[in-house]
């Protein structure tokens, strides 16, 4: 049950976080070395990644045990494109799923945090859950966007 102790979340909640690519500064600013753009589908950063956001060497033999540092396409995600305040978000990113109890999910949230998950690049995450509630033979999809 959810805290209305009449609906149930279906599956797992998940992030998709959507990013920036980071860029070398041109400035005269002495310690400022890198540069974070708004989102654009042109700047979406789209690699993969160790955690804490590490570059993978292209000669590199990486292969990552989870996918929270790896893109994921709108086909991969089965995401929707999210019309938000600041930008229009893409339909992919990287995901994590939360689990299906409250102990897994803190226990993701804590190694997210440990890993750096959202950082200076992060321009958006989107929560999504489905909820059902039998009361009313209802099912329901949130869609929560931070920026």
């Not at 893109?71 to 339909?91: D, N």
Request: charged share 20%; hydrophobic share 35%.
């Amino acid at each position: 049950f959810i805290s209305d102790l009449n609906s149930y979340r279906i599956g797992p909640a998940r992030f998709r976080q959507l990013r920036v690519q980071t860029e070398r500064c041109q400035t005269t600013r002495i310690g400022i070395e890198e540069c974070y753009d708004s989102y654009s589908f042109s700047e979406a950063e789209k690699g993969v990644f160790k955690p804490n956001w590490v570059a993978v060497n292209e000669s590199e033999d990486y292969v990552p045990w989870d996918l929270w540092f790896v893109y994921q396409t709108s086909g991969e995600t089965k995401g929707v494109p999210i019309i938000a305040e600041k930008s229009t978000y893409g339909a992919g990113g990287y995901v994590v799923e939360l689990g299906v109890n409250n102990p897994t999910g803190l226990m993701v949230l804590d190694q997210l945090f440990k890993e750096t998950w959202i950082d200076h690049n992060t321009r958006a995450v989107v929560t999504e859950f489905s909820v059902y509630n039998a009361n009313i033979n209802l099912f329901g999809c949130v869609i929560l966007t931070a920026e």
